[in-house]
């Protein structure tokens, strides 16, 4: 038998103990559910740069640190100290998470058109047993290489958020997922799951923010799965602001019905090493996505976004709109892959990768790919990747502009196209004063030297 990696086995006697406490009461086919993942884990482990999806992101740090599994919410957590992440008005509903666990406390209810429930993992596993029996844990893939990140998560799902819109209703308000991580003890992994469910013709608009509250040290390991129904419509947005000194994987799996309407924003700014994973099925006729994200990074900060459409189905339309902007010795990855299967004829598929420097030591590593089955499609692809334009920032400084003050209204403008497409306007608010603070702190910095 071949040894088990120490970093691997730390999570078996991990799991171990998780059973001996009581988690081997779940319902079996959570119980199976749980067994099959950990097996898969300790058979593929973390993944490694010798795979072709991960060659550019070294999760080695990762590996090396001995995170403590958060099983509780930390207590005597203020709402004060959540105030700054809090979306306002209009908000249907706030569920708060802290190290991924449910906190009644800080969570704000209102009320939901007939039938809707937005409640917590952990309480809708005693609630909705038959739905979550459907869904949770067979859609995001842990199975092969490379998944061993949502083997983990699966191996240890417990709690996180869980949404369902049932046929035919329409939630107008957002509804805001906060996930709020805090370390100061120590490396903590943190691993919400989440569940977000649109019978047929439901609609709903939700928000995922992923924040630490301090420079922490600690890991979120978070997937998200989403099932559209025929003709449901969600809007998705993610936000992830964690410390400088923390580490995300996300992973979110999306299966659409037909005529089905999926939008994604996804906005990342924090960690010191990020990966963010998102996977879409047009699995029947009709189905459409459109995919943007923002990704603004500084220092030696390193975010890797994946994407994978899987045109399954004839008649599915297929948008991606992805936009980089790095400074200092930052380094990006974009892997955004769009297959067309022999059946899915009149397939509309485009996608795009913009990446702007604004330093001599930022990279970019960007792979648009294209496979591509059917005969009948209209499929593009695209990547670009460079600096701001000498005669943009001299037109500007002939208009009495400074240099530094010149260049920061180009980036603005440059990153507006994703930020005017989040239509909450709460959110779109918050970004825009997120990143502007990022872009004077660049600037001041800079004319500093």
């Known amino acids: 038998m071949t040894p088990v990696a120490p970093p691997v086995s730390r999570y078996l006697a991990a799991f171990e103990a998780l059973e001996g406490t009581g988690a081997a009461a779940s319902p079996a086919w959570l119980h199976r559910i749980r067994h099959d993942a950990i097996t898969r884990f300790a058979e593929q482990g973390f993944p490694t740069v010798r795979l072709e999806d991960w060659k550019y992101t070294n999760v080695a740090p990762i590996v090396a640190t001995a995170f403590q599994l958060a099983d509780t919410v930390p207590a005597g957590l203020p709402a004060q100290a959540i105030e700054r992440f809090v979306v306002r008005d209009p908000v249907a509903h706030r569920l708060v998470f802290v190290n991924g666990h449910y906190s009644a406390t800080l969570s704000s209810a209102a009320p939901l058109p007939g039938g809707v429930r ?45 949404v369902h819109v049932p046929a035919g209703v329409r939630v107008t308000t957002p509804i805001h997922l906060l996930f709020v991580a805090t370390a100061p ?89 990020a990966r963010n994973n998102l996977g879409v099925l047009l699995a029947a006729p009709g189905a459409s996505c459109a995919l943007t994200g ?52 009149h397939t509309d598929a485009h996608q795009t990768n913009k990446n702007l420097l604004l330093s001599e030591g930022a990279e970019v590593d960007t792979k648009p790919q294209l496979e591509i089955l059917a005969d009948d499609v209209k499929c593009t692809h695209g990547a670009a990747v460079g600096q701001l334009g000498e005669d943009a920032v001299f037109y500007l400084r002939s208009r009495g502009l400074g240099e530094e003050a010149a260049r920061t209204l180009l980036t603005y403008g440059f990153m507006s196209e994703v930020i ?30």
């Open 118 to 162: 937005v409640a917590s993992l952990a309480e809708a596993l005693s609630t909705d047993t038959a739905l979550l029996d459907r869904h949770l844990g067979r859609h995001a893939a842990s199975e092969g290489t490379g998944h061993g990140f949502t083997a983990l998560s699966t191996a240890f799902v417990h709690d996180g958020a869980f």
């Open 185 to 273: 003890a120590g490396p903590v992994l943190a691993q919400p799951r989440n569940l977000l469910v649109a019978d047929r013709g439901g609609e709903a608009t939700v928000v995922e923010s992923y924040v630490g509250l301090a420079d922490d040290t600690y890991l979120t390991n978070a997937v998200t799965e989403v099932v559209l129904g025929e003709g449901a419509i969600l809007q998705h947005y993610k936000i992830e602001d964690e410390s400088e000194r923390a580490f995300h994987v996300g992973t979110t799996a999306v299966v659409q019905g037909r005529d089905s309407t999926f939008t994604s924003g996804s906005i990342a700014v924090g960690g010191a090493l």
């Open 294 to 345: 923002l990704y603004v990074l500084h220092g030696r900060q390193h975010v890797d976004n994946h994407t994978f459409i899987d045109h399954a189905a004839p008649r599915c339309t297929s948008r991606q709109l992805y936009k980089g902007v790095l400074d200092g010795r930052a380094r990006a990855v974009f892997n955004g892959r769009v297959t067309v299967r022999r059946d899915a004829q």
């Open 420 to 449: 005017n497409r989040i239509t909450v306007e709460p959110i779109r608010a918050q970004l825009d004063s997120l990143l502007m603070a990022r872009l004077r702190e660049a600037r001041a910095a800079k004319e500093t030297r």
